[in-house]
């Protein structure tokens, strides 16, 4: 079965650094998104990602993120200036119609910032 | 603000016993979706559920959704240690399916 993968599976900064987290959607998905789960807590959105540009984002999606499509495959997000609060799993998921379709999520990213 | 409870967040039953899992939500959605998450793994899905009463059911699982009541549920039937895991309840907060809202999660442990 298909599935969307993520590099790396850790990452570990120091903060004030600059992380890019990477994921590779399921070939043929057309909508993108992260979500991230710190320690403990539940899931959260932070952004979505179609055509080529952002559809939604939450609060959390600041000016220290963005995400980007740099190829036909890869999706992915960075956090330009990381701080403690950051750390937690950072999950992409895509699907490939947004109107009914389940999400499909990767196995995520543990970025731990020291 | 969208908000999702779900009750109880912690769950312990014996094998073969049956349990329901409650998911209250505070807005109008007509979409809910269940995952299950194993310790240190992703989440799979487990149901989508796009309309009043509706009702999806996978081997021991089932889920229904009252949009009116504004809760969901997921039922267990003759548990087993295999469905030990973490329960999440999602609800789409804008009915198109891109920015979902997760409940705290239900940890569910089965014991033999």
């Known amino acids: 079965e298909p599935e969307v993968t993520q590099t790396p599976s850790h990452q570990v900064t120091q903060m004030g650094q600059e992380v890019i987290l990477r994921c590779v959607p399921i070939s043929n998905h057309l909508y993108f998104y992260w979500y991230r789960q710190i320690l403990g807590q539940k899931v959260e959105f932070l952004v979505s990602f179609y055509n080529n540009e952002i559809s939604e984002k939450s609060e959390i999606f600041d000016d220290q993120f963005s995400v980007e499509r740099p190829d036909g495959s890869n999706f992915t997000l960075k956090i330009r200036s990381t701080k403690l609060e950051d750390s937690a799993m950072y999950f992409c998921?895509?699907?490939?119609?947004?109107?009914?379709?389940?999400?499909?999520f990767g196995s995520g990213t543990q970025l731990s910032v020291l | 603000e969208l908000k999702v409870e779900q009750n109880p967040l912690f769950l312990s039953m014996q094998e073969g016993k049956n349990y329901t899992i409650y998911c209250n939500y505070s807005?109008?959605?007509?979409?809910l979706y269940w995952y299950r998450q194993d310790p240190g793994k992703s989440l799979e899905s487990l149901f989508v559920?796009?309309?009043?009463?509706a009702v999806k059911q996978e081997g021991r699982l089932m889920a229904s959704l009252d949009t009116k009541a504004r809760l969901s549920t997921l039922h267990i039937t003759a548990a087993v240690h295999d469905l030990s895991a973490t329960y999440f309840c999602a609800v789409d907060a804008n009915n198109a399916g891109n920015m979902l809202t997760f409940g705290g999660g239900t940890r569910l442990m089965v014991k033999p």
């Open positions: 998921a895509s699907n490939p119609d947004r109107s009914d379709e389940k999400l499909f």
């Open positions: 559920l796009l309309s009043n009463g």
């Open positions: 807005t109008t959605s007509d979409r």
